[in-house]
């Protein structure tokens, strides 16, 4: 057992997961009878003996981090587990945009704890204190504050509007060449991947974070989510968390999350809905996973009959464990811009969904 305090910002689901654990577990350890109940600058114990990604102590000797070109106060506090309103306070900036390549920053408090890869991983996508390039100059970090909605469902309608998802990577074989047609077209995907994957190749998490586009939770072994406890999916749910930070070197807030086959009932949505987590589901279904050889049929899935773009826009369901989801993506992007649809990520999507379901204030 330890105990911490609670920084501005964070929410009983963000400790959890930084710390291994679940939202119910904290609830119950610390007697708190709401997930609201907790307050900035109060203490909170959780479980000790788990896998950590930042500093429990704050406001020890402070250390310095060198900026460096591309990265912004918002990447540099969720790598260091702290905040952008903290950081810009320690070092008296006035604006936090106008951060410069080269400027030493104060961190406050050690920086966290380096965590080592194998030297083979370190090849191309080498874990931080060397910064992970975001190419959108924006970090998940403040993107995942923004208010969004808690689902994308089959019923959702996006006109002339997708967002392209891979699920159940990362692979070592497919997710490379998925990856460099997305940056090939400039654009960027949702990748929701196991824990499994993300433990066995962290490298292609790093680089699937490095090249902007978006990582969401898919469960640890892909269980049937319908069929199983809430305690095990909460489980499944941390574990891959934890190896996705793990990957990273630093937490990576993972807030969209697709249950395995679509597969879900009140329990998983109510789950969801307590850890804040936005559920994804799709629109669109390439249904590339049954046709290894037929790519004409994977075009004709995504472009013809009830469930095409033109019906519903959205977002459409790809995996990037197969040769032909890679061998046909290109052509779908072509296409897809050739046709004035825009290629958004699911955060937009989620973004915007809650814009249009939130009556402008008066
Ligand atoms: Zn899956």
Redesign the pocket.
């Known amino acids: 057992m330890a105990t911490i305090k609670i920084s501005s910002g964070d929410t009983l689901s963000s400790i959890a997961k930084r710390h291994g654990t679940t939202v119910e577990e904290l609830k119950k350890l610390n007697d708190l009878k709401d997930v609201d109940d907790i307050q900035a600058g109060k203490t909170l114990k959780v479980p000790g003996d788990r896998f950590e990604t930042t500093p429990a102590v704050q406001g020890e000797a402070s250390s310095t981090v060198e900026i460096q070109a591309g990265e912004t106060l918002g990447t540099i506090a969720q790598r260091y587990g702290t905040s952008v309103e903290e950081l810009a306070k320690l070092n008296k900036i006035q604006n936090p945009d106008r951060i410069f390549a080269g400027k030493i920053l104060k961190i406050g408090g050690a920086p966290h704890e380096k965590v080592e890869a194998a030297p083979s991983m370190e090849a191309n996508f080498p874990l931080p204190p060397k910064p992970i390039p975001v190419s959108d100059e924006k970090s998940t970090f403040p993107e995942s504050r923004k208010p969004k909605a808690s689902s994308l469902t089959y019923s959702d309608s996006f006109k002339k509007e997708v967002a392209l998802t891979f ?2 990577g990362p692979n070592p074989k497919y997710t490379p060449k998925v990856l460099s047609i997305l940056k090939e077209h400039g654009v960027n995907a949702t990748f929701f991947v196991t824990g499994k994957n993300a433990e066995a190749y962290p490298e292609l998490i790093r680089q699937i974070v490095a090249e902007g586009n978006t990582l969401g939770n ?1 469960t640890w072994d ?1 269980p049937d989510l319908s069929k199983t406890s809430k305690a095990d999916m909460l489980k499944e749910m941390t574990r891959t968390q934890n190896a996705v930070d793990k990957a990273l070197g630093y937490h990576y807030e993972m807030d969209q999350m697709r249950p ?2 679509g597969a879900v009932d009140s329990t998983v949505k109510e789950t969801l809905k307590n850890e804040g987590d936005s559920m994804i589901l799709w629109n669109v279904d390439s249904n590339d996973w049954r046709y290894p050889k037929d790519d004409q049929k994977i075009m004709d899935n995504i472009f013809g009959g009830e469930a095409s773009v033109y019906v519903r826009g959205g977002v459409i369901l790809f995996h990037d464990v197969h040769p032909q989801s890679g061998r046909v993506l290109g052509d779908v992007i072509e296409r897809l811009q050739e046709e004035g649809f825009k290629i958004e990520k699911t955060d937009q999507l989620l973004e915007e969904k809650f814009a249009r379901n939130t009556p402008p204030k008066a």
């Open positions: 699920d159940d898919h892909h395995p086959y």
